[in-house]
């Protein structure tokens, strides 16, 4: 999970779409249907094997950073996974992705009271041999620009709280503005590298990696990520009155774009199979992390959405396609790539799912599209009760799905989930496994398979209209 943008319909095109009472009647064609998709996908048996993929692909291919053997060894195994699966049309599709590495990297205190600091470069920072500054604090860009004169020469230290009490993905998207442009804001100024506060709760002292970018116009200086607990330090030095200095060494690299892919697997539709409902999520991590939250979870549970609706020998109207993106945590070519290489489908394309928040607790799920399509999506949400909230809501995110939405006017939709635990782990080394628990995955997978099957099968496809991606 990387970003958040809105979807707004804009004027209304009715395509091909339900009259009203056919709408009414989607919801009880399809609740025998739905049911034994949540009894099948939520049985210990179908959990507990959903469960153990996932620990297969994190304990094999942890760090499954873009351009990296692990990436590559688990797309392969993925796609080879698949084909024992039975899944039709299993196929690699080429991407290539940017090729960042981290290299050695430390952090310390040297002045007045040496000691470590707990830093993490952040992705897309250039390295240093080893730059040596005192500090500056600030808690906000505000506070940068009105401390503007005493920037230069200094390692600018964003201390930016994750507020514990909004909404996590609000609390987030906080944070993730210094993380993305403060290392060059605090360029301008004529700091020498910046430290920005970790983006999550405060843990076990575990900074969090995360994606930045450099502005054109601003000196490419190194950035890292610091432990929350160690930004409140820094800033409690600051507010006794000490000049404290650090040191900072980060062997980070860009290398030249490396080849990938996106891993694609179908259950062909019965009637009408060159329309498509995609369920998709990404399958590169971070480096430091094993990705089993973010987002081995939305992997495995779209995957055995997948493999659920065939088991039960459901088959569709309609084409419902896994995509296993790659790279959308520093680049987003996978979902760039599909929507080129697809560019002439995407009218066909009658939904997109995607799944990168975690497989936590079900809190309703969001949807972009047409007033008209909403009132379909929320009969068919109306049959997940068994699997958590049931609502609704308009806050659309799925950075892999975005550019084909974009370019194709495709409603979308996901599920909304409670976060608060996704961000203690998300891009850390705790981000493992053992964090997920099955049942919550196998929900979200149950939820997912329903409403893939629902739309690929209903006799109608959903109203769509030109939408535009605002923030
Ligand atoms: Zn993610």
Known sequence: MKMFKRLAAQTALALVC????AQDKIAETYRDATARIIAEATSPATAANAWNRLAELTDKYPARLSGSTNLEGAILWAADQMKRDGLAKVRVEKV????????QESGAIVRPYPQPLALVALGGSVGTAGVEAEVLVVKSFDELDARAAEVKGKIVVYNVVYDEAADPIVAYRQGTQYRGSGAS????HGAVAALVRSVGPIGHRTPHTGGMRYADDAAKIPTAALAAEDAEKLQRMQDRGDRTTVRLVLGAQILPDAESGNVIAELPGREQPDEVVLIGAHLDSWDLASGAMDD???VVAMWEALRVIK???????????LVLFTNEENGGRGGLAYRDKYKEQL???VLAMESDSGVLPIRGYDFAGTDKARAVMAQIAGLLAPLGGTAIGDRFDGADVMPIIAAGNV???????DMHRYFFLHHTPADTVDKIVPAELARVAASMAAVAYIVADMPGTLDRAPVKVTQ
């Open 411 to 417: 409603p979308a939709f996901a599920p909304d989930i």
């Open 96 to 103: 290539m992705v940017p090729h960042w590495v981290r290299g």
């Open 18 to 21: 339900f009259s009203a009472a």
């Open 296 to 298: 081995g979870g939305g």
């Open 311 to 321: 088991r039960l020998g459901l088959q569709p109207r309609r084409t419902i396609r």
């Open 185 to 188: 804001r605090a360029a301008k």
């Open 347 to 349: 009218a066909k394309h």
